[in-house]
Each structure stands twice: as structure tokens, then as C-alpha cells.
């Protein structure tokens, strides 16, 4: 028996016969651009990971003898205003930065995604409310929102994550609802309750996996937007507090002195946009990988 | 477990079936009653809209609501009512003693999920079967609906299946738990003709091995002769004619019934004579006709046809009709 294959079926054949996690990352690695972000990332966790190996010096340790010393062999990226040096407040920085968004676009993720599949699969009130809830949310300004919170719980790494989480969710439970509401109605699901398959197992383990995808990419991008925030939000002040390092913090320092030592607002810049782009091109990559529409187009040429 | 000779396994009466539109209320099925007994192949027939599907949903409470609500009669199955029971006792019912096969293979599996994971999960959840006498079970299922290679092919992915593949498969995921009744909603409708009559042989022979009664719902008049024992006709949400296979191809008494029967080719036919349509158009179920729904379309209808709206009579031989008009002869 002779089947024609449809061309993405044979990407899909491919990546369901071998490891799909694998599968997808090759998949996303043949972006240029996102390969480049994976690369990028990658060199950030194992910065992030082997901070007190890779750094030269001690982050906290102070030289005032030293301080906003040009970039030299002893200084690679020069000292801050305290006389420590940057390089190694960078790199113990990125620890900060990357846990910081990784760790509160996971938990957005989690709540938010909870919260619009229930929306999406209970529809009626339920749908109803849980969705002016989140349109309240959205009403706010991100930083406004922020600013505000960290008021009321007072600064600190942990207090920011939270207020992160507590912002993010709603752009998941949009993004979720949205999804459930096209793969509720789809046949499959009606099959899976047609022999039996109790409500919340279809909620997780029939529309959860479908609509993954979207999710994913999401996650990407929310990481980029959460390493931004938290920037930001340190460089107002509200962030990681001293002396502790983050890209953020350091930026905010250095624009006092931007005329004494450039670097030392253009180093952490650089880390941030970098990172921030890496997670935006994983992200267009991923869906570009995941996306059967997008990728049908990139391979055959009609 | 004997019972009397007369007790349906499967008791529908009245069953009525409403959707919200955005033009009104559609009462998609209305009054709709009959019974199916243990073993037997009831055809359900009717052009599409005409209710069957809608009928075949409700039967296991599968109606989306909203927009769709079962607003009246009673469903009885082994003397278990099952319009008022509660969620779970449905669930352990649905694929458990009912199953249900639908019309469209290609999107009625979960495209994330191997063949394997699917085919068990009734097995999974009434059955509590897991590891290896999980898998065994499935490869059994599998080879029964002659799918080769069955231990490869459960670590296959739905898009590596073929539409006729796919529907086996959704006959041994119907069969794995012994169902009492199987419900086929046009199980052939969308594979190719050449795999359509396979399907049904294979379909016949696995509810006969397990002594599962068949409730087919199709539009093919020929399906019916060939494999149905009793046929149910409808028409507009109701049951217009109900008799055994046999007689309603010798003597069809409604005049739906007739229409449909002379608007498909026979080999008995000479080729001389011409297939006439039933004319006009299926009715708007917004606005059904007043009397008999069918009264428009219909060569024979009278004064009466207009106003009332005739019950299913059954007569003395059990063939039952809808019509004020008797068109013997």
C-alpha cells in the first residue's frame, strides 16, 4: 500500500519517531537566528551556573584605591564605583537576572495557564468572570503595576518575582483560553468523552498537551520581557538590593558615572539587550518550528 | 440476568433535543421513541439535519451544552434511567457498556497521543488495566481488527495512520470493553467507497463476536438492506417510519420513505426507468411546516397532512408509520 505523505507530515513523523524534545531543538537550531539565541543562552546558564569559577574576583570585594578604573589587564571591563570589579559583578549579575526571569515566567505560566484552562473548558459564568478578572489586570500598566506592589510588599528579589507572577499570569490565561476554546470543540475531545474520560483528565491530559505550542513560545518571550522588567525595575531602585548584583542595578550605578566611565552602563546594557533578544529569537524560532503552517511554507516551496 | 422476551436493552422514549441558534430554538430531535434489543443491528436513517446524529449524542448525554439540551423523555438502558442519573454512572456507562464510533477518523483521535495510549485509556479507566496486561490486551484488540504488525503499530502517532486504519482502530477502542450496544454514527461516511464496505464487514463481525447490539446511523439505504435487521426512517427530528430491513425495501409505507428508495439506483431496476428525486428541499428547522413536516414535498399529501401532525401507528405485523395517507398499492 502506497501513501502520499504530505511534507510536514514527514517532519512530524520525524519528530514523533526519535526523541520529540530533541527533535524540536534541532528544528529550532535550523533558524539562524534562533540558534544564535540558543548559543547565547546557553553561555548565560553556564555563566549563570559557574559564576564563582568563571568570575576573577571576589563581586563584593571593594578597592577604593580603585574605583571606575578604566577597562585594563587586572580589570577587564574596569571597576565600578566602589572599586569592584565589574566583570565579575556581571557575571555573578546574570545568576540574578536569569532566575529571576526564568523563575517568574514559569510560575506566570503555571497560574496562568491553570486559570485559562479552567475558563476555557468551564465557559458560561465561570469563563465570565475569570476573564474580567484578568481584563482588570490588563487594565494596568506592567511597571505601574509593579511599582505599586513593591510598595505594598517592599523591595527585594523576592517581592519582584512575586509581582512579576502575580502580572504575568494573565497574558497565559488569555493566551490558554483562547487555545482551549478552538481545541475543545475538536473531535477528539468529544471521542475522549464519549468513552468515559472524566473532566479534568481531558482538561490535562487531552487539551493541555494540544495546545503546548503556542504556550511554549510564549514562555520564551515572557523570559525576555521578565529579564527587561527586572532591569528596570532595579534601575528605579526597587529591585535586588545592595550589594547584591544584577544587570539592572549595575546599569543604574553606572549612569551616575556615564561621562566618567561609559562601560559601565554600556556593559550591562549589553547583557540585557543580548539576553533579551536571545529569548525573543528562541522564541520566533520555536514557533516557526512548532507552527505546521509556517513550517510547510519554509520547506516547500509552492 | 434472564429477562423477559420484551425487555429492550436500550429504551428511548420521547426524547427531545433543543438547540439555541441565533435565529431561535431548533428542536433537532422531537418525541423521538424506540427500542433496541440485545443483538441486533437498528439502522437509524435520514438526510443530513434530519436529527440522527443528534439522536445518537444524547443517547450517552453527549449533547454540548450549551447551545444543545435534552429537554425531555427518557432514556433506559437495563432498566437505568439515564437522563436523570448522575455524571459518574454516565461516564462508567460511556465506552464502558455504550461506545460509540464516529463519523470522522481522521479528526476523532488526539493527535498528541501514540495509537496505543488511546486504544487502552477505555481499558485504562474501566477496566483498570495497566502495564503489560494493558499492552497485551491492546495488541489483541488491534490484530482483531487485522492491523498488521499490531505491537509496532501501537507506538504509532493518528497521522501515520491511514483513514481506514484509523477507524479499526476506533472499532477495537468501541469493542475493548465488551459494550452491550455500539452506537456507529455514519462509521464509513468519509473513507473511500472501496474500504467502506470492508469496514462494515469487519463492524458486523466484531459486534457479533461480541454480542453487541448496533445502532448504524447512515444515509445509505443500501448499508441498511445489507446489514441492518430493523430500520428506524427520519425525517425533521422525527421517526416517520419504523419496520424490519426487509419489509421497507418490499413495502415502504411512508411516502418519504418512498421517495428515498425510488431516488437510488437498483440492479433490479431496468435501466428504462429514471431515478426520481424527492422534490423540494429538506425543511428550514426554524420554521417547519405546519401538520406533517414532509407535507410539502409530498405527492400524496391531503387536507389533513396540513393541520395535524400524524403519530407513528405501528399495525399488527409491527410496522409502524407516520402518515394519515395510507400509499399501499
Known amino acids: 500500500m502506497t501513501e502520499v505523505v504530505h511534507p510536514t507530515a514527514v517532519v512530524a513523523v520525524s519528530v514523533a519517531s526519535r526523541n520529540p524534545a530533541l527533535a524540536l531543538l534541532r528544528a529550532v537550531a535550523r533558524h539562524r537566528l534562533a540558534a544564535f539565541g540558543l548559543v547565547i543562552i ?5 555563566i549563570a551556573i559557574f559564576a564563582p ?10 578597592d577604593l584605591y580603585r574605583v571606575l578604573a578604566p577597562p585594563s589587564r587586572i580589570h577587564l571591563l574596569g571597576t565600578d564605583n566602589l572599586g569592584r570589579d565589574l566583570l565579575s559583578r556581571l557575571i555573578y549579575g546574570t545568576r540574578v537576572s536569569l532566575f529571576v526571569g526564568i523563575v517568574s515566567s514559569l510560575v506566570s505560566a503555571v497560574i496562568g495557564v491553570f486559570v485559562g484552562l479552567v475558563a476555557g473548558f468551564r465557559g458560561g459564568m465561570v469563563d465570565a468572570i475569570i476573564m474580567r478578572i484578568t481584563d482588570a489586570f490588563l487594565c494596568f500598566p506592567p511597571l505601574i503595576f509593579i511599582l505599586a506592589m513593591s510598595a505594598v510588599l517592599g523591595p527585594g528579589l523576592q517581592n519582584v518575582m512575586l509581582s512579576f507572577a502575580l502580572f504575568g499570569w ?10 482551549v476554546l478552538q481545541v475543545r470543540e475538536l473531535p477528539f475531545i468529544e471521542a475522549a468523552r464519549s468513552v468515559g474520560v472524566p473532566a479534568t483528565r481531558i482538561m490535562f491530559r487531552h487539551i493541555l498537551p494540544n495546545i503546548m505550542a503556542p504556550l511554549l513560545v510564549a514562555i520564551t518571550i515572557t523570559v525576555g520581557f ?26 543604574r550605578i553606572g549612569f551616575t558615572y556615564l561621562e566618567a566611565a561609559p562601560l559601565f552602563s554600556i556593559a550591562p546594557g549589553v547583557m540585557i539587550s543580548l539576553a533579551v533578544i536571545s529569548f525573543n529569537f528562541v522564541g520566533d524560532g520555536l514557533r516557526d518550528a512548532l507552527d505546521p503552517r509556517l513550517r510547510g511554507a519554509n520547506r516547500v516551496p509552492r | 440476568m434472564a429477562k423477559g422476551a ?4 436500550l429504551c428511548v422514549r420521547n426524547l427531545t433535543v433543543e438547540f439555541a441558534t441565533e435565529a431561535g430554538i431548533v428542536t433537532a430531535v422531537d418525541g423521538v421513541s424506540f427500542d433496541l434489543h440485545a443483538g441486533e443491528i437498528l439502522a437509524l436513517v435520514g438526510e443530513s439535519g434530519c436529527g440522527k446524529s443528534a439522536t445518537a449524542l444524547a443517547l450517552l448525554r ?79 484488540l488491534l490484530e482483531s481488527v487485522n492491523i498488521p504488525e499490531p505491537s509496532r503499530r501501537l ?16 472499532i477495537a477502542m468501541g469493542m475493548s470493553c465488551d459494550p452491550d450496544i455500539v452506537i456507529a454514527d455514519e462509521p464509513t461516511t468519509a473513507l473511500d467507497v472501496t474500504i467502506q464496505a470492508q469496514l462494515l464487514e469487519l463492524l458486523q463481525a466484531q459486534v ?52 428515498l428508495l425510488r431516488s437510488v439506483p437498483r440492479l433490479d431496476q431496468p435501466i428504462s426507468e429514471k431515478l426520481l428525486p424527492i422534490e423540494g428541499q429538506p425543511p428550514n428547522p426554524l420554521e417547519l411546516p405546519s401538520g406533517c413536516a414532509f407535507h410539502p414535498r409530498c405527492p400524496f399529501a391531503i387536507d389533513k397532512c396540513r393541520t395535524t401532525t400524524p403519530v407513528l401507528t405501528r399495525d399488527a405485523g409491527g410496522h409502524a408509520v407516520a402518515c394519515w395517507v395510507d400509499v399501499r398499492g
Not at chain 1, 170 to 179: C, E, K, V, Y
Not at chain 2, 6 to 9: D, F, M, P, T, Y
Not at chain 2, 155 to 170: A, D, L, N, T, V
Not at chain 2, 209 to 230: C, S
Open chain 1, 42 to 46: 546557553a553561555a548565560l546558564i553556564i
Open chain 1, 53 to 62: 569559577v568563571l568570575a576573577p574576583y571576589n563581586p563584593f570585594q571593594q
Open chain 1, 170 to 179: 494573565t497574558i497565559f490565561a488569555r493566551l490558554a483560553r483562547g487555545q
Open chain 1, 226 to 251: 521578565a529579564i527587561l522588567l527586572e532591569s528596570g525595575v532595579s534601575f528605579l531602585g526597587l529591585g535586588v538590593q545592595p550589594p547584591t548584583a544584577s544587570w539592572g542595578k549595575e546599569l
Open chain 2, 6 to 9: 420484551g425487555e429492550a436493552l
Open chain 2, 62 to 140: 453527549l449533547i454540548a451544552d450549551p447551545p444543545g439540551r435534552i429537554t425531555g423523555g427518557e432514556i433506559r438502558f437495563r432498566n437505568q434511567e439515564l437522563l436523570s442519573a448522575d455524571d459518574a454512572t454516565v461516564r462508567d456507562i460511556r465506552g464502558n457498556r455504550i461506545a460509540m464510533i464516529f463519523q470522522e477518523p481522521m479528526t476523532s483521535l488526539n493527535p498528541v497521543y501514540t495509537i496505543g495510549r488511546q486504544l487502552g485509556e477505555p481499558l485504562e479507566l474501566h477496566k483498570n488495566l495497566d502495564g503489560d496486561t494493558l499492552l497485551a490486551k491492546c495488541v489483541a
Open chain 2, 155 to 170: 507506538q504509532s502517532y493518528p497521522h501515520q495512520f491511514s483513514g481506514g486504519m484509523r477507524q479499526r482502530m476506533m
Open chain 2, 208 to 259: 457479533a463476536n461480541h454480542h453487541a447490539a448496533l445502532l448504524l446511523i447512515t444515509h445509505n439505504l443500501g448499508v441498511v438492506a445489507r446489514y441492518a435487521d430493523r430500520v428506524n426512517v427520519m425525517y425533521a427530528g422525527r421517526i416517520v417510519e419504523s419496520t424490519t430491513a426487509d419489509e421497507i425495501y418490499r413495502a415502504p409505507r411512508h411516502p418519504y420513505t418512498i421517495g
